[in-house]
């Protein structure tokens, strides 16, 4: 766990240097990620080392505002930063770590390098007549704190033997026995609710698409701080804390069946604080953001932003969307608290990683995945009713990556976009073309088929704001959105199109995917790599409430390429979904305006 932090560390730090050396300072200025003019004001030496001051000047004539480093340009102590002098001969790219900084005056120390005073690079930093421009190289406070949660459970035996695999899982109670929650749940999300008060130390609440993941954890909070237990509750993102808190609530009215709505209530017998100051929720701010943490029952945080909790200072530590957060972040939390729950779906995409591991990769999973592959059933519980989608959209998903143990309710069993086929496929020889600038793929006659099913929704009475396009590769999105601005529909900018990455968590009435690939070498990249083809695929499938579009060339993606082994391809998956949707006799061959 150390060793890829390091790695992610040293790897967050290059790709930043490689932007700016990529970009030359000119094009760092004009596109805004290099900060200044920063002015020279001398040097010090505060503890040995010699140290550039600066001061931040305001070259907008018009604008007659103070600058602000920490407000406006986001320079913090201790944070690492590259750059160069505007204004005096030509000097390699410098590095620096800022050692103070006020509103406009900064201090900086040169990384890894000596520089001698009368020297050409010294003087290129106190010229009056230069000016210094600094872009971001590294915050290396996230790091810092995950090393030091690593440290610090490796130390408690317990938690350490837990996170090894060297313990046995326990329960304390009877784990059968039938708590009365304040919110209603079905069958599984019960018996996630008594499996998580009857563990001892650690329980995974494995929770595929649509099947309620957060209304339990928020049952599961609500009874815990009941029985006096104080709780963090944390997600790896702001955003996904802040939807745990209050869901969909307005400024207004709390969204019913939310913590935000308990807490609201006449009758509330427990406090709200959230740490930090990043969230972007209205609702957050006014009511739990400035609340006193220490006096707290629940208290919401990032996984990062739990560092600052002493060693067990929680009875329970909650991780919503355990499976996009790292090991070590998640550590974070785990150090913080007696007891560990974490829900997710690792069957899904894994934490995003700046360096190259492989998704399926040992060190790139996160802390759930892990103790998974550890305990198995022994450390989970899974939530088997799925609210989500049709069950004609769901039915593939749940026999390829779920054994088949999802139920779908009733209430979303039949339901469509006006009397269109809830799932489709699309079949095109397109002609795929690279993006030079990143190797990324795009298809034009796949993305005119995305745009023309676009269409169709929208005529079928769909708001374009419950639509969106899943694309496999980057170009692909910029390819689509060029289409879709060129076409005549009515609000297309409410259309959402994005990546496989962006869309995990999101949901849409209506999907649409373009998988891009289509060659005569059955190439078809990542989409076919065993630990990293079906976890996309599961993620783009699973999106759908009402109709799902799958666009491909179905004979690409589902043989198998030459430089490739049986056990390096998972082609026969995406063979199995065309066969699947023609058997139902619903894949559409080359033209997609004429069906439905």
Known sequence: MRSLVQREQDTERNNNREKYENSGLKTAIARGFAVGPLLPTGTAQPDGNRVYKFQLVNENEEDDSDPNLRDDACIFPDNEYIGGVRGYRNQDPFEFKAVYVGDTNLWLRPLREDIHPNSARDNSLTDNAASLWVAALLNPLPYTRRLEAISKVKDHAEKRHLINGKRTVKFSADKYAVPHPEIELNDSQTKALVWANAAEQCLCIHGPPGTGKTRTLTAYIRDAVAKDNRVLVTAHSNQAVDNLLVGDSTLDEP??????????????????????????????????????????????????????????????????????????????????????????????????????????????????????????????????????MNEAIAEFP???????????????????????????????????????????????????????????????????????????????????????????????????????????????????????????????????????GPRRLNVALTRARKRLVIIADWETLGDRASHRDPDESCAELHRELAAKIREEGKMMEANPQSET
């Open 398 to 532: 749940n026999e390829a990556f779920y054994d088949g143990k999802l139920i779908t309710a009733d209430q979303n069993r039949d339901w469509t976009v006006d009397d269109l086929s809830p799932l489709m496929g699309i079949n095109i020889k397109g002609t795929e073309q690279s993006r030079s600038a990143d190797h990324s793929y795009y298809n034009p006659d796949e993305a005119e088929a995305a745009v023309k099913q676009v269409k169709l929704l929208t005529i079928s009475g769909l708001s374009p704001s419950d639509i969106g396009v899943i694309a496999a590769y980057s170009a692909q999105v910029q390819e689509i959105k060029q289409q879709l601005n060129e076409s005549d529909i009515d609000r297309i900018h409410e259309v959402t199109v994005n990546t496989v990455d962006a869309f995990q968590g999101g949901e849409r009435e209506a999907i649409i995917v373009s998988l891009v690939r289509s060659n005569s070498r059955a190439s078809s990249g990542f989409l076919t790599i065993p630990d990293e």
């Open 255 to 388: 969204e019913d069946g939310t913590l935000h709505a308990m807490a609201q209530a006449e009758a509330a017998d427990f406090t709200i604080a959230r740490a930090g100051s990043n969230s972007e929720n209205p609702i957050v701010k006014r009511h739990y953001e400035n609340n006193s943490l220490s006096g707290a029952n629940i208290v919401a945080a990032t996984t990062n932003g739990a560092s600052k909790f002493a060693t067990d200072n929680f009875d329970i530590g909650i991780v919503d969307e355990a499976t996009q957060a790292s090991r070590a972040a998640t550590t974070i939390v785990f150090n913080a608290s007696k007891k560990l729950i974490l829900a997710g779906d690792h069957k899904q995409l894994p934490p995003f990683a700046a360096s190259q591991d492989a998704l399926g990769d040992e060190q790139r999973l996160s802390l759930f995945e892990t103790l998974m592959n550890r305990y198995g059933d022994n450390i989970a519980v899974m939530l088997r009713t799925q609210y989500r």
